[in-house]
């Protein structure tokens, strides 16, 4: 439609190849191919169904948490205590259970540990909005792990894996599918569709575009903060609930840097730490990428010291290469 | 030792008062559990001990002002100090060249993640994510995920941490020169040019560009010092611990991160000073030391660790309120 000033406002963009195949996803899709023929090639045990179904599960327990970490993210905020929320909630799993509660109750004890964990980075942070996410967590992120510490001093609680259901969450399997798999693939769905198709998520990045205007405009900005720091720690304890399955014991230095393979796999995704960017396919590749890019080079026994040079690397040339094509198109432009 | 050097700056601003007071108050309950607490030998263990947090407390307060962060600290000083004692063990060269190695290595490593964040864009927190990564993988990769242990140090590197000589034999190597490093940043962060455009980037980005300071160039500066700072650190803690080991300083960045936020530094960026930065230092310092001699466990301490860091953060947002509040109050009369 065309307004007085003669300027014409598409409320849809039209549909372009260019535009399309330019989009960043499809630098990961290409990586996400890449890595996988540098795996077949490595091995020619990789590409059968079933070894590929099991190789997600070496990295899907620590990417559960990177789902609601890609909301925080969205909204311009950061939360680096998630570790040590899942290393509490677990801690509190294995405490109960050897106290003789079973295991269900355990379970849901656990979960409710990360979601107290969770509000309570939530209240501080929207009762005193003047503080950074950033320090908030840092503070959350000491004082948790000191309470896990404090609770288990430096033994390990163990025999969880006694209880059948308990370690089938991470080892069983539905046909050939793992049982965490299509937890995971459920989690992601909904986290898509709420983030993508529901008002909840078209205010996430109204807020996270700019806040000022979003809490203007009627958005209850806090309340949503909330909400989101909240089901963070949900989901550290559903990610604790996961690595306790597969370990069978706790301690309490467990998980340690969760929160920075978190917030790697969603900025690798596309998410943005100024917020307001980024959507859950991308996410989704990326925590493939990086865990098949983890499993190929376990396979040829690529020291885990190397490892980290790699992803570290595939990170910070991944978020800098389309900064660097729109620098040179600027340049070309200017000349 | 320093603190009473600054003591009168401090008064001048209430912000960093408070901060004294607490830790006056702190002191004061630990010294009535512990008797051996405010005695020589416990102090200059304590400023030994956390010289390097003091220091590297210094570079991030400097990228903290431009509104960045640096969260690959621990890493930068693995590897500088790793590579400068695997000289040290290969090729036995002399304290002081071992020193300006592990220093350069370290400022070279801080320029690139300079470049990386200005020229490439990258957001400090990710890219500095990323180099933790790096760097850390690094530092086991040159030294073959081996130690160099004490035996492989000359006498002179392994008493640099001992003796006095730096210190005009009045204090500990260690501690003078996180003095010396404390007056230099005082002096150039509060009179001098340089100083003061660290504080113009972080202010207010924009007008600073106007007003003709090339922004890029002040950010590659601080992270360049940042590594710098980190290199000097890891000759210091390789020194001062004797070994060098892959793992070394392993999540010092909170620390660092703590103690300067406790300072007062803002973590948008603009605000801070090296008073404060201190006097943060001295609160993770204290805490550290203090907590053990009144007989915490040492499996309590982080817990209670977290507890004053947030608890020192919100009462520094309540303190700002209250200030607030009573300014409009005298604006109304």
């Known amino acids: ?335 | 030792m320093e603190k009473k050097k600054f003591d009168w700056k401090a008064i001048t601003s209430s912000r960093e008062m408070s901060l004294v007071i607490v830790l006056i108050l702190l002191c004061a309950f630990v010294q009535i559990r512990n008797q051996s607490f405010l005695t020589g030998g416990t102090m200059e263990e304590m400023f030994r001990n956390y010289a390097v947090t003091f220091i590297l407390a210094l570079g991030m307060m400097c990228v903290l002002l431009t509104g960045g962060i640096d969260i690959s600290i621990g890493s930068t000083l693995a590897f500088s100090g790793m590579a400068a004692a695997l000289l040290m063990r290969d090729y036995v060269i002399s304290t002081p060249v071992s020193f300006l190695v592990s220093i350069a290595i370290g400022a070279g490593l801080g320029l690139v993640i300079g470049l990386v964040i200005s020229k490439g864009k990258v957001p400090p927190i990710v890219c500095t994510l990323g180099f933790m990564n790096i760097y850390r993988g690094l530092t086991y990769l040159i030294a073959h995920s081996q130690w160099v242990a004490a035996y492989q140090f000359t006498d002179s590197f392994k008493n640099f941490a001992l003796t006095k000589y730096l210190g005009l034999g009045l204090v500990n190597n260690m501690i003078a020169v996180t003095i010396y490093i404390y007056i230099i940043f005082y002096i150039v962060m509060k009179w001098t040019t340089v100083g003061r455009r660290v504080y113009a980037v972080g202010s207010n980005a924009e007008a600073a560009a106007v007003s003709g300071i090339n922004i890029d160039n002040v950010k590659i500066g601080v992270y360049t010092l940042m590594g710098l700072l980190c290199g000097l650190g890891g000759a210091l803690w390789t020194s001062l611990y004797k070994s060098a080991q892959g793992d070394m300083a392993t999540g010092i960045e909170m620390d660092v991160i703590a103690a300067c936020v406790v300072g007062g530094v803002s973590l948008t960026g603009g605000r801070g000073s090296v008073v404060g930065v201190m006097l943060g230092s001295l609160t993770i310092a204290i805490i550290g030391k203090a907590l053990p001699l009144i007989g915490v466990s040492q499996f309590w301490q982080n817990g209670i660790k977290g507890l004053i860091i947030l608890a020192a953060v919100i009462l520094n947002v309540l303190a700002q309120r209250t200030m607030d509040k009573n300014n409009l109050k005298r604006r109304e009369m």
């Open chain 1, 1 to 335: 439609m065309a307004t007085k000033s003669g300027r014409t406002i598409i409320a849809e963009q039209k549909f372009s190849w260019k535009i399309f195949f330019l989009k960043w996803e499809w630098l990961l899709v290409i990586l996400f191919i890449g890595i996988n023929l540098m795996n077949a090639n490595l091995s020619q045990y990789y590409l059968s169904g079933e070894g590929l179904l099991n190789a997600t599960n070496s990295f899907l327990e620590k990417a559960f948490v990177a789902l609601p970490m890609a909301y925080i993210l969205v909204l311009g905020d950061i939360d680096i205590s998630v570790g040590s929320t899942a290393c509490l909630s677990a801690v509190m799993l294995a405490y109960c259970y050897n106290l003789g509660v079973p295991m269900g109750a355990c379970v849901l004890i656990c979960l409710l540990t990360g979601t107290i964990c969770g509000a309570v980075n939530g209240l501080i942070l929207t009762r005193f909005t003047e503080l950074a996410p950033m320090i908030v967590t840092l503070g959350t992120q000491i004082l948790f792990r000191g309470i896990a510490e404090a609770m288990l001093g430096d033994e390990a609680r163990g025999g969880l894996s006694t209880v059948k259901w308990f370690s089938d969450l991470y080892w069983g399997k539905l046909g050939i599918v793992p049982i965490m798999l299509l937890c995971f693939i459920i989690c992601a769905a909904v986290f898509a569709f709420v983030l993508h198709k529901t008002c909840f998520g078209r205010r996430l990045y109204a807020i996270g575009a700019n806040k000022l205007a979003a809490e203007y405009a009627g958005i209850k900005v806090q309340q949503i903060r909330m909400i989101v720091f909240t089901l963070t720690g949900t989901f550290a304890a559903v990610t604790a609930v996961f690595l306790a399955a597969r370990m069978g014991s706790t301690r309490a230095d467990i998980a340690t840097g969760y929160e920075m393979e978190a917030i790697a796999m969603a900025v690798l995704g596309g998410f943005s730490t100024d917020g307001g960017k980024g959507n859950f396919p991308g996410l989704v590749l990326a925590i493939f990428i990086v865990g098949m890019l983890r499993y190929g080079l376990g396979l040829i026994n690529i020291p885990s010291q190397l490892m980290l040079v790699v992803i570290g690397a595939l990170l910070i040339v991944t978020v800098m290469l389309p900064n660097i094509r729109s620098m040179v198109k600027i340049q070309k432009k200017a000349a």
